[in-house]
């Protein structure tokens, strides 16, 4: 029996595509996987702080960095200054994101109070997460103007520490997390979760570049649920301005993979800001809950 | 727009279009889980761009299921394994339901082909696209088509040929069988 191949796989096509049913709900479960996303890549951004003292990193690894007794007296060297700095400046951090994946984001922080917005592409508000004035206490707080609802960030999410895969994982999101960033530095660099790896041109500034070793994670089984995917990998470069000790651009990407389906690749930048601390722009690095809106029990539920 | 208003009309679309693309989805996955699966991931990444909304999705949602069903060579060792319980399932009569469980087992088989071969095909033979239409959408040349097309029609020849000769030797067996009982 000779075979006409071509013929009986059209023809084997049309028997199978005969039982395929109409889809039903299927953007519905993607928004809701899509919104899920979202709903990791903000807890990410919980608690986001001042960016300012991750400069350290820059001076840290600096290119006379030789042996480790010369590192060790680079770094303190770098972190007195970048804390001094930062203690003198009373700086207001301004990050704007671009990234393919997502709407334009903004950030804010001041101190212990952050924001961070993303936005429509009609500039209209699309998420918010940082820290709000609830009961005269600042609070973790998380929002979704798509649906109208908030919700408390859950306590003590501490940020990881320097040489743990969270510390990665947390300075690959959107904004990076709150911390003591002189300590978080000198220990990323010295443990190796960091290094220096050249120079990069911003805005005509001749920028140090610091990337973090990637890592791969695990997700938690809610995540992994909520997904359908079971790992992720992440990796962000840090790009410090060398004369004022202040970094001028993160950049993060992540890879969650895993599941029946094709990875999902999200990768974002942030172009940083240095502005006076005036009322108008420290009231930037709160998040306000819009009246209406409704209180849901946790970020999963939004 | 709001988002959920996107998401409705989304839905609307997919009343109207969703069949035809689960179909493609389907054959390029080997099954309508699958192709499920991956018609949502087309559409969770349509949703993510979001001027695209306001306009036709269906080009870009075809041309995403097929980038991510090429790009992926993971899945192409899940269908392998789904295809080995598939095939042991295929009855093995030599009789004139043969040329139909042909047909079935050929779709079937094209899991065994490399992404990019599986995808040419169908959309060669299930989307009826030329070289040229199958290259702009997979953004390759003509001859890369035209290669993976041939490479995939000649391995599903040997596949489908190995078959038949696993049926024969069957049908001997179990007529040997039945004259010696």
């Known amino acids: 029996m000779t075979l006409d191949v071509e013929d009986l796989l059209r023809q084997g096509m ?20 899509r919104r899920r996303r979202l709903t990791i890549r903000a807890a990410a951004a919980a608690g986001a702080a001042a960016v300012a003292a991750v400069t350290v990193i820059a001076a840290t690894g600096g290119a ?28 207001v951090l301004r990050g704007r994101t671009t990234s393919g994946d997502w709407g334009p984001s ?31 206490k600042l609070t973790g707080v998380y929002v979704t103007y798509y649906n109208r609802r908030w919700s408390l960030l859950p306590e003590g999410a501490a940020p990881g520490s320097a040489c743990s895969m969270a510390g990665t994982l947390e300075m690959a999101g959107p904004a990076p997390p709150a911390r003591n960033w002189p300590a978080f530095i000198q220990a990323t660099l010295a443990c190796g979760a960091a290094s220096v790896t050249g120079h990069a041109w911003i805005d005509g500034v ?57 990875g999902y690749y999200s990768s974002g930048a942030t172009d940083i800001r240095w502005l006076r601390p005036t009322a108008a722009n420290v009231a930037k690095a709160l998040v ?12 999963a539920n939004q | 727009m709001a988002e959920d208003q996107r998401v409705e009309n989304l839905e609307e679309f997919l009343a109207r279009r969703g069949q035809a693309l689960l179909r493609t989805a389907a054959l390029l996955t ?4 699958a192709g499920e699966d991956l018609l949502q991931a087309a559409i ?108 995939g029609l000649r391995r599903l020849r040997e596949l489908a040929g190995g078959l038949q000769r696993d049926e024969t030797q069957l049908h001997d067996v179990t007529a040997r069988t039945g004259e010696e009982s």
């Open chain 1, 14 to 33: 049309e028997r199978f595509a005969e039982k395929v049913p109409v889809p039903s709900g299927l953007a519905r479960r993607a928004a809701r996987a």
């Open chain 1, 64 to 91: 006379d960095a030789g042996g480790s007794a010369t590192q060790a007296r680079t770094t303190a060297y770098v972190v007195s200054r970048v804390e001094k700095a930062l203690a003198d400046q009373h700086l």
């Open chain 1, 106 to 136: 903004f950030y804010w922080s001041y101190g212990p109070r952050n924001r961070f917005m993303e936005l429509t592409d009609s500039a209209e508000p699309y998420i918010a997460v940082g820290t709000a004035l609830i009961g005269g």
């Open chain 1, 206 to 262: 001749k920028t140090v570049r610091i990337t973090g070793s990637p890592v791969t994670e695990k997700l938690s089984p809610g995540e992994a649920g909520a997904i359908h995917e079971k790992w992720v990998r992440s990796r962000w470069t840090l790009y410090v301005n060398p004369r004022t000790y202040l970094p001028v651009r993160l950049s993060g990407s992540s890879y969650t993979y895993g599941g029946p389906m094709p």
């Open chain 1, 288 to 299: 306000t809950i819009p009246p209406g809106f409704r209180h849901v029990s946790s970020p």
């Open chain 2, 30 to 33: 080997g099954s309508v889980q």
């Open chain 2, 44 to 151: 969770e990444r349509l949703l993510r761009q979001r001027s695209r909304l306001d306009g036709d999705p269906e080009g870009y949602l075809r041309r995403t299921l097929c980038n991510l069903a090429t790009d992926e060579f993971r899945r192409q060792s899940t269908w392998r394994r789904k295809l080995h319980l598939l095939q042991a399932e295929a009855p093995a009569s030599p009789d004139a339901t043969a040329a139909v469980d042909l047909r079935d087992a050929l779709v079937r088989l094209l899991g065994q082909l490399p992404p990019q071969q599986r995808t040419v095909l169908v959309l060669r033979y299930w989307e009826q696209l030329n070289g040229p239409e199958t290259a702009e959408l997979l953004g390759c040349s003509e001859y890369a088509v035209k290669s993976a097309a041939s490479r």
